[in-house]
């Protein structure tokens, strides 16, 4: 098997030097050689042509007479959860979906650090006295280390 601790230099030697906002989110190597990295970017998606200049770096530095893989390199895609610190930067001003062990949440995430992301919900309810609506805005501090999940609200 392919050790995971190379692929991951490969991969984020090519990015680094790339130097356009690029990033690693996850890098698997199964029993049978398929190498799956995922890379996203702070500013923008990214290219298939950054895609295939971390694959290239990656395979013209593996000896396929030694040992046989296959190697995809993509985008995390929109549905995915988040995996790295970097894809909250990237969100911010975005709606998301927060699960922790206790609650689920969904706003609008307004701060990161590395130690808690601020989500801000906006709520529309009828006064049931006058009947009238109102916004009830609320802010919820998370804690990194209760998140079990965190995926992006797609809205078209």
């Given at each position: 098997?392919?050790?995971?601790?190379?692929?991951?230099?490969?991969?984020?030697?090519?990015?680094?030097?790339?130097?356009?906002?690029?990033?690693?989110?996850?890098?698997?190597?199964?029993?049978k050689?398929?190498?799956?990295?995922?890379?996203?970017?702070?500013?923008?998606?990214?290219?298939?042509?950054?895609?295939?200049?971390?694959?290239?770096?990656?395979?013209?530095?593996?000896?396929?007479?030694?040992?046989?893989?296959?190697?995809?390199?993509?985008?995390?895609?929109?549905?995915?959860?988040?995996?790295?610190?970097?894809?909250?930067?990237?969100?911010?001003?975005?709606?998301?979906?927060?699960?922790?062990?206790?609650?689920?949440?969904?706003?609008?995430?307004?701060?990161?650090?590395?130690?808690?992301i601020?989500?801000?919900?906006?709520?529309?309810?009828?006064?049931?006295?006058?009947?009238?609506?109102?916004?009830i805005?609320?802010?919820?501090?998370?804690?990194?280390?209760?998140?079990?999940?965190?995926?992006?609200?797609?809205?078209?």
């Amino acid at each position: 098997m392919i050790p995971k601790k190379r692929i991951i230099e490969l991969a984020q030697e090519r990015i680094n030097e790339l130097d356009n906002g690029n990033y690693l989110v996850d890098v698997s190597v199964s029993a049978k050689n398929v190498i799956l990295v995922k890379m996203d970017n702070l500013n923008q998606g990214v290219s298939i042509k950054d895609c295939v200049s971390v694959s290239r770096n990656i395979e013209h530095n593996l000896d396929r007479e030694k040992q046989d893989f296959e190697l995809k390199v993509s985008s995390p895609g929109l549905d995915q959860p988040f995996m790295v610190h970097e894809q909250y930067l990237k969100n911010v001003g975005k709606t998301i979906n927060v699960l922790t062990e206790d609650s689920a949440y969904k706003g609008e995430l307004t701060k990161v650090s590395f130690e808690e992301i601020e989500l801000k919900h906006i709520e529309i309810i009828k006064n049931k006295k006058t009947k009238k609506k109102e916004t009830i805005e609320t802010i919820h501090h998370l804690k990194m280390n209760e998140i079990k999940e965190t995926r992006l609200v797609i809205s078209f």
